[in-house]
């Protein structure tokens, strides 16, 4: 049935692409070399090392690099699809997002899309006392608790979600987010995107103009 449900070791899920999921809770040290992909990391409280960064902390990340990690981790592996850069972004936990979200919530892209419908990943923030819209996503969302706590409502359903978890939304399924007393913050894995870049409008050829 799908459905909200957390995960505790690696796996491999097929949602408009198919991607291989590592998780520091099987196995907290661990070096992948590099392959014919690229890898976004959700990092909760860890280390990472690549030939050309290194980053601590919370933080999101993609690299087809080699990589050394420690730590509370999400890697997500994108056979077949690779980014031509590293890209890495931190996020404050605690605080509202850049970008306005349904009812009164909030968010920031950590790793944007280099074009209109690939991979990205998002930090949410979600004040205290939301009692957010049903929504539903044609897509799969990965994602962890990263701060606070608050409730996973599927209707039929209620889940409470506390720092930590680390949980897979099946596409497709009516959900909403509720939080009480205290805020709740996400990092969030979307497997494709509407937003990013098209070839017929892109930062290139944004003012610029054939005389």
């Not at 991607?19 to 690229?38: E, H, K």
């Not at 590293?86 to 997002?97: E, H, V």
């Not at 608050?150 to 399924?173: E, M, V």
Request: glycine share 6%.
């Amino acid at each position: 049935m799908n459905t909200l449900r957390f995960f505790d070791k690696d796996f491999r899920f097929t949602n408009r692409t198919v991607c291989n999921v590592y998780v520091s809770t099987q196995q907290t040290d661990r070096s992948l070399p590099s392959a014919d992909c690229s890898r976004f990391i959700l990092g909760i409280n860890c280390q990472v090392k690549t030939k050309d960064f290194s980053a601590s902390g919370v933080f999101a990340a993609t690299t087809n690099q080699d990589l050394e990690i420690s730590g509370d981790w999400i890697i997500v592996e994108t056979p077949g699809y690779n980014f031509l850069e590293n890209r890495l972004s931190t996020c404050k936990l605690g605080y509202p997002a850049n970008l306005c979200y349904i009812d009164g919530c909030s968010n920031s892209n950590l790793i944007d899309p280099p074009r209109n419908g690939e991979p990205c990943v998002n930090y949410l923030y979600f004040p205290p006392g939301i009692d957010q819209t049903f929504h539903t996503h044609p897509s799969l969302r990965l994602g962890t608790i990263l701060s606070g706590e608050g409730i996973a409502d599927l209707g039929h359903n209620k889940i409470n979600l506390r720092k930590g978890d680390k949980f897979i939304l099946d596409s497709h399924i009516l959900h909403r987010f509720v939080t009480e007393k205290d805020h709740m913050s996400i990092m969030i894995f979307h497997p494709d995107s509407e937003d990013g870049p098209r070839d017929e409008n892109n930062p290139m050829k944004t003012r610029t103009y054939i005389r």
